[in-house]
């Protein structure tokens, strides 16, 4: 990096440069990570608010309390869509449910506490449990609606079950988890029950206003103590915006942290972060604002007939099927003579992402789509694209990897690698891991991880990774 010090349209034209083989982040074609309301003026408030905040500081709310008020509206905003509450605004999902199993296990004071969770819950509670010392207990779905059973939860829970996990919906197949029934189940045995609604707690009400059926699942109903809800999902705002709402404000102070045991300043954190830019918080406080009641359900009616044609579309592509029946906007499909991975090279060559997901727990490999009010405009066309990539796969045919890579990579020490080497195995078989190199085919690294055990695609994400940054 060049530290000599540059004029502002240098450095722009280089942020330019830099993002070129980047995914794009408007227009839809990207059916993951990014959220799009296709109205630039939304996101041009949002972009405003977030640089005005910048670079105030959340650290101390007394010296900021422009922090409070914003956060007291965003929070208020989704407590009263949610059932209410008591909310602390965070930097997204995975700290939100970190929080959450904080509150939890502080509470609980088990000497081996334990996390009970579907196998669909999404890895950030694997992660806050990693990080929280709790071991996670995950319990089977049923493969045919891909939702938990509350009688397995039930038969999970023991007396050092700390927390019990449902989504609504579960990020997989876009299915809600039977709600009612898992809170009733940790009710019953006296153990608090989170409910991620990361992705779905600012969709939900929406799609059910618009008339979509949505079953009970937030902090109304009995027995659900707390639960996560991003904004910088469905609720539109620049990423690194969540909210997580406890039902008693006592389990929020328990995920706060507070230490006095230093000669500096107070130390009192409502996150994990202690420093950190109110700008994201200014960000979805203008989203908020500038989409209003309206401007969601909008969203949410186009959303919701978006999935609908998706879905049906999907279904009338020969060896393609939606597997569940996702109550959400998301949608994920399986290939029956398709080789999914290579359709999703076949898409992205096309200028369309469509998120790969491996096999695990007796459910398929498919690919994911996210569906956001913008997809609609744009749904015959990505059908189009998945009927012709579909095609083209078929008659590529399916990665045959060559005999015995799998067993090679599986008894690898890849700990012992240094990042070169890793970079030689990969190109060994196509990844071009060098800087640069544009957006690459996955569909023979997503055949390998998908034939490797959940330990062992572990351990090859983490040098994926490593290697990547160098």
Not at 246 to 274: C, E, H, K, L
Not at 282 to 303: K, M, P, Q
Not at 407 to 422: K, P
């Amino acid at each position: 990096m060049n530290l000599e010090g540059r004029t502002v349209e240098d450095l722009l034209a280089e942020v330019t440069r830099l993002k070129e083989h980047d995914l794009p982040v408007r227009g839809g074609q990207v059916t993951a990570y990014v959220y799009d309301t296709g109205r630039p003026e939304v996101h041009e408030a949002a972009a405003r608010a977030y640089a005005e905040m910048l670079e105030v500081n959340c650290l101390d709310p007394t010296a900021f309390p422009s922090v409070v008020e914003m956060e007291r509206q965003v929070v208020g905003a989704v407590a009263d869509l949610l059932g209410g509450g008591h909310g602390i605004f965070t930097s997204g999902g995975t700290e939100s449910i970190m929080l959450a199993v904080k509150a939890a296990r502080d509470a609980a004071a088990k000497a081996a506490p334990k996390l009970v969770l579907p196998v669909t819950a999404h890895p950030a509670f694997h992660k806050a449990a990693h990080y929280l010392g709790v071991e996670v207990v995950a319990v089977p779905v049923d493969l045919e609606t891909y939702r938990v059973r509350a009688s397995d939860v039930a038969r999970a829970i023991d007396e050092d079950t700390i927390l019990v996990v449902a989504s609504a919906p579960s990020y997989p197949q876009g299915v809600i988890d039977p709600i009612e029934e898992v809170a009733a189940a940790a009710a019953a045995a006296g153990v608090p029950c989170h409910v991620d609604a990361c992705v779905g707690g600012w969709l939900l009400p929406w799609l059910r206003e618009a008339g979509a059926t949505v079953p009970p699942f937030d902090l109304s109903v009995p027995g659900v103590t707390s639960l996560s809800c991003d904004l910088h999902k469905f609720g539109y705002a620049p990423k690194g915006a969540s909210v997580v709402l406890f039902a008693d404000p006592a389990m929020r102070r328990r995920a706060y942290f507070a230490s006095a045991a230093w000669p500096g300043y107070t130390i009192i954190n409502a996150t994990v972060q202690s420093s950190r830019s109110a700008g994201p918080l200014g960000g979805a406080w203008a989203t908020l604002a500038a989409l209003g009641r309206e401007g969601y359900l909008e969203l949410g009616r186009n959303a919701l007939e978006a999935t609908l044609r998706l879905r049906e579309g999907i279904a009338a592509i020969p060896g393609l099927r939606v597997l569940g029946e996702p109550e959400s906007s998301l949608v994920a499909f399986a290939g029956d003579g398709i080789d999914v991975f290579v359709l999703a090279d076949e898409a992205r060559a096309r200028g369309w992402f469509l998120q790969p997901q491996l096999s695990y727990a007796g459910i398929p490999a498919n690919l994911h789509i996210t569906v956001t009010g913008v997809t609609l405009a744009g749904v015959e066309a990505l059908l189009k694209v998945i009927a012709e990539s579909a095609g083209a796969a078929r008659r590529r045919g399916p990665v045959v990897l060559p005999d015995g890579l799998v067993e090679l990579v599986a008894g690898m020490d890849l700990a012992a690698l240094d990042d070169a080497t890793f970079a030689e195995l990969a190109a060994s078989v196509g990844v071009d891991l060098r800087p640069g190199k544009g957006q690459p085919e996955m569909a023979v690294v997503n055949t390998i991880l998908d034939a490797l055990p959940a330990a062992g695609r572990e351990a090859v994400l983490v040098r994926f990774l490593s290697t990547l940054y160098g």
